[in-house]
Nanobody, 124 residues
């Protein structure tokens, strides 16, 4: 059974940092592209960042470009999201997801497996 388990969320002041982790039980983790999405209260889930199977290619949403960085460690079956210079508008539940597409994808429907999410709250 495939499981993606996020951790690292919490409450932080504006300008602070958090690092989210997503541990995957995928047998062939290194063959999946991985992504992070978020959903704020009353809003649709949105793309945050994606990384290809090797970690050599990444994509970040405009809203987080320059502040967030996605990375992965295939030896640990884990993907990370380093979040710096956090803003109150970054408050959301953050989800990691796995995709079998070779190229980086931003659409929810292109990801086969999802975690349960971790709450990030940024206070002003």
């Amino acid at each position: 059974q495939v499981q993606l388990v996020e951790s690292g969320g919490g409450l932080v002041q504006a300008g602070g940092s958090l690092r989210l982790s997503c541990a995957a039980s995928l047998r062939t983790f290194s063959s999946y592209s991985m992504g992070w999405f978020r959903q704020a209260p009353g809003k649709e889930r949105e793309f945050v960042a994606a990384i290809n199977w090797s970690g050599g290619s990444t994509l970040h949403a405009d809203a987080v470009q320059g502040r967030f960085t996605i990375s992965r460690d295939n030896a640990k079956n884990t993907v990370y999201l380093q979040m710096n210079s956090l803003k109150p508008e970054d408050t959301a539940v953050y989800y990691c997801a796995a995709s079998t597409f070779y190229t980086l994808r931003q659409g929810e429907r292109e990801y086969e497996y999802w975690g349960q999410g971790t709450q990030v709250t940024v206070s002003s």
